[in-house]
């Protein structure tokens, strides 16, 4: 599957952004979703996933509240609504997937347990 996000930008402190996830084939449902990023000089982390369903999502503790995760299986696209953004927010943010049995409710967390990754999108968060 490939993977591809948009709607990364500049924005404000306090302001809000959404980014979107297309994924192609046909076997969008076969996929946990999740979205990760990474700040300069840090490590990537994780920051929410959603099941294939989508009735069941997890956050980080520091997203919890602000951020909510979403998917359309018929759009084959997920996405991550970030409110009340922080300058701690900055970071390029991945969108990833990963396969799972069709049918079973699974969230996945680790960054080792997914597939496959997109390129990435900037968001920048002015103080």
């Known amino acids: 599957v490939q993977l591809v996000e948009s709607g990364g930008g500049l924005v404000q402190a306090g302001g809000s952004l959404r980014l979107s996830c297309a994924a192609s084939g046909r076997t969008f449902k076969s996929y946990a979703m999740g979205w990760f990023r990474q700040a300069p000089g840090k490590e990537r982390e994780f920051v929410a996933t959603?099941?294939?369903?989508?009735?069941?999502?997890h956050y980080a503790d520091s997203v919890k509240g602000r951020f909510t995760i979403s998917r359309d299986n018929a759009k084959n696209t997920v996405y991550l609504q970030m409110n009340s953004l922080k300058p701690e927010d900055t970071a390029v943010y991945y969108c990833a997937a990963a396969e799972n049995i069709p049918g079973v409710e699974v969230i996945v967390a680790a960054r080792s347990q997914y597939d496959y990754w997109g390129q990435g999108t900037q968001v920048t968060v002015s103080s």
């Open positions: 959603i099941s294939w369903s989508g009735l069941n999502t």
